[in-house]
């Protein structure tokens, strides 16, 4: 998979593209939270979607996981402040149609 097309999957939610990536590189929860500074518990929990990751978190997120900061910031921003993304980009813009336009 290429790690830039990762994040622009509009219909997986973004804690399953985290795992999803992080497994395609092999790596453990434990190497991303060692990258990212925070826990092992912390990654889970973003995995898992029973945590929302920090938005300031996010480049560092991309650069362990070798993905698009941008594609992912966009992403994120998407799932998590709708309403905020909605005044950016127009209501039926999709991540990925930001990306195509901004290039």
Known sequence: ?????????????????????RQELS??????????HVTPEC?????????????SKLP????ALQMDAKELCVKAL??????????LFGKDAAPSKIQQASV
Do not use: C, D, K
Not at 60 to 63: E, F, K, S, V, Y
């Open 27 to 36: 790596l453990f929860q434990s190497q991303i939270a060692e990258a990212l």
């Open 43 to 55: 990654v889970g929990q973003w995995e898992s979607g029973h945590r929302r990751m920090e938005l």
């Open 60 to 63: 560092r997120i991309a650069q």
């Open 1 to 21: 998979m290429n790690p830039n097309s990762t994040a622009t999957n509009t219909q997986v939610p973004l804690h399953i593209l985290l795992r999803r990536r």
């Open 78 to 87: 998407a799932e998590f402040h709708p309403l905020v993304y909605a005044t």
